[in-house]
């Protein structure tokens, strides 16, 4: 079956850096995305990777390693803005460009405190 | 550029009763999806539109559930009859070729 995995919640202080691990299992791989999601409100983009290494954009940052079917979001300097739900997604083999399905994990719970 | 706009925000009706929700997808973008999200839960895929084809609907469920996109601009989701396991955050999105999914807010249902 296809599936995503990753922590259903995680907490942190104020500064600090935390790191959101997914490990996929999908009949095949196009790329992993993330997304955030605050309560109450639409999941947002946040990044995408489609080939082995880590990308940064800003205090967030993602890492792709496709040998090991894993991924994680970094965020560092957290912020109590940072509190939301963080959800990691993969297009996988089935259809073609974009209309290939994408697979979503159930999402973590971030929680910051001060 | 003008974001996924939806409506209503929120709905209230009784089990057995029918609801529409409305998307307007971001100007130019092909692949349109709706999605049901469960309070602690991930978004899960209802259908996926590429312009007005039906590209997955593999988890709508069409006893009582239909969407359709007319000329593959705006969508439109309806349940009849609802069931309380229906309420839930439908949410619309739009992407272009490039993949990334942009979300509109959101109808939160609630079904009594």
């Known amino acids: 079956g296809q599936s995503l995995e990753q922590p259903s919640e995680v907490t942190a202080v104020e500064g600090a850096i935390v790191q959101i691990n997914c490990t996929y299992q999908?009949?095949?791989?196009?790329?992993l995305s993330w997304y955030q999601q605050h309560d109450g409100g639409a999941p947002t983009f946040l990044s995408y990777?489609?080939l082995d290494g880590l990308e940064e954009t800003g205090r967030f940052s993602s890492f792709l390693s496709r040998s090991d079917s894993y991924g994680y979001l970094l965020l560092q300097e957290l912020q109590m803005k940072d509190s939301a739900s963080y959800f990691c997604?993969?297009?996988?083999?089935?259809?073609?460009?974009?209309?290939?399905?994408?697979?979503w994990g159930l999402g973590t719970s971030l929680a910051v405190n001060p | 550029e003008a974001g996924v706009a939806q409506s209503p925000r929120y709905k209230i009706i009784e089990k057995r009763q029918s609801v529409a929700f409305w998307c307007n997808p971001i100007?130019?973008?092909?692949?349109l999806y709706w999605y049901q999200q469960i309070l602690g839960q991930g978004p899960k895929l209802l259908i996926q539109?590429?312009?007005?084809?039906?590209?997955?609907d593999s988890q709508l469920p069409k006893d009582r559930f239909s969407a359709e996109r007319l000329k593959g601009v705006d969508s439109t989701l309806k349940i009849q009859p609802a069931k309380l396991e229906d309420s839930a955050v439908y949410l619309c999105a739009s992407s272009s070729v490039a993949g990334e999914l942009f979300f509109g807010e959101g109808s939160r249902l609630t079904v009594l």
């Open positions: 997604a993969v297009r996988d083999e089935a259809g073609a460009g974009n209309n290939r399905k994408l697979i």
């Open positions: 100007s130019g973008h092909a692949t």
């Open positions: 990777n489609a």
């Open positions: 999908t009949s095949g791989f196009y790329g």
């Open positions: 539109f590429q312009n007005n084809g039906v590209v997955d």
